[in-house]
Structures are given as structure tokens and as C-alpha cells.
């Protein structure tokens, strides 16, 4: 399953070098496509399912829009840390969504979404380059949403985006 290999990613990364090294899983272009892949089919199958409600009670997503330009100016921790505060906000919204979710499709799709989601934040949990645990005490900037369809536009934005920069930045530095 695609949270599974997300996971598997994961243990990977923490494995010393060997016939799996984590640059190899960074520097392989068609891991991150596949995820923007994933993030594209699970925003349209969410757009197909029947009468989705409009949230009773609105959500909090991140703004994950970005200037190019700023983003190159960042430390790879910087991007970490800020990619984790977007997915944290964006797991938290999943889960209230759910609890308002009751028909199948729907609710099918956000756990999808949520897996996906809480398989990144421990993705990027492994990368770190500056000492201490990672505190989600953060703050991203955010805005209301009572569309759940606006949930999985945010998650695919997000991937397509700045992960996909992030993982860019990273094949940069370790696939010398």
C-alpha cells in the first residue's frame, strides 16, 4: 500500500549505508512523482464521490503557496520545518473533517488522505540537521475552508509544490 511504502521509505532512511541508502531514495525523480501522482488521483476521486457535505464546522488549512525565489534562500531545515508545520495543520484538519464525514466515499477518501499525510510527517522526521526533537508548536499561515474537496486541492498543492522542491533541493546535495 502507498502508506506502507511511505513507512518503509521511512526505516529505510534510517538504515546505514548499504545496499539501501537514503540518497538513492531521494535522488530516484519518480518517488516524488509518483506521490504528486497519488495526491492528483485522490483529489478526483474525492471530486466524484456523491454529495459531499459542506463542513458543518470549518476547517483550518495551511497556505501552501510559495515564492520560488524566497524558498531557494532557505536551509533545507528551514523547508523541513515548514513542510512539517503545513502537514501537522493539515493532518489536524483531515481528522476534523472525518469526524463530519459520514458518507463512505468521503470518508474513505480522507483516511486515504490522512495516512498519506502522517507517512510524510515521519518521512521528514528522519531528516534533520540541526539537534533537538521538532516542536509543532508552529504557526503556518492558514485560512478557513468548509469544502472538504478544498482538503485534498491543499494536500496535492502542497506535494506538487513544496515537497517536490524540498526533495529537488535534497537530490542536490546528496546525489553528487
Avoid at 500500500?1 to 519518480?30: I, K, M, Q, W, Y
Avoid at 504528486?36 to 483550518?60: F, N
Avoid at 463512505?104 to 507517512?119: D, K, P, T, V
Wanted: charge should be positive.
Amino acid at each position: 500500500s502507498p502508506p506502507g511504502l511511505l513507512l518503509l521509505t521511512s526505516f529505510l532512511l534510517h538504515v546505514e549505508e548499504g545496499r539501501a541508502s537514503p540518497t538513492r531514495l531521494v535522488c530516484d525523480n519518480r518517488l516524488i512523482q509518483k506521490y504528486i501522482g497519488e495526491a492528483k488521483d485522490m483529489e478526483k476521486r474525492a471530486g466524484h464521490c456523491q454529495a459531499l457535505p459542506a463542513l458543518s464546522c470549518p476547517t483550518v488549512l495551511p497556505l501552501v503557496d510559495f515564492s520560488l525565489q524566497q524558498w531557494k534562500s532557505k536551509s533545507n531545515e528551514i523547508k523541513r520545518r515548514e513542510i512539517l508545520c503545513d502537514l501537522a495543520l493539515l493532518v489536524g484538519a483531515v481528522a476534523g473533517a472525518q469526524g463530519q464525514v459520514t458518507q463512505e466515499c468521503g470518508a474513505r477518501q480522507l483516511s486515504q488522505l490522512y495516512q498519506h499525510a502522517n507517512s510524510f510527517i515521519l518521512l521528514l522526521q528522519t531528516f534533520s540537521w540541526e539537534a533537538g526533537p521538532w516542536e509543532p508548536g508552529c504557526s503556518p499561515r492558514s485560512m478557513e475552508q468548509t469544502h472538504i474537496t478544498g482538503i485534498f486541492l491543499t494536500y496535492r498543492q502542497l506535494v506538487q509544490g513544496k515537497l517536490r522542491f524540498f526533495f529537488h533541493d535534497l537530490a542536490k546535495d546528496l546525489c553528487k
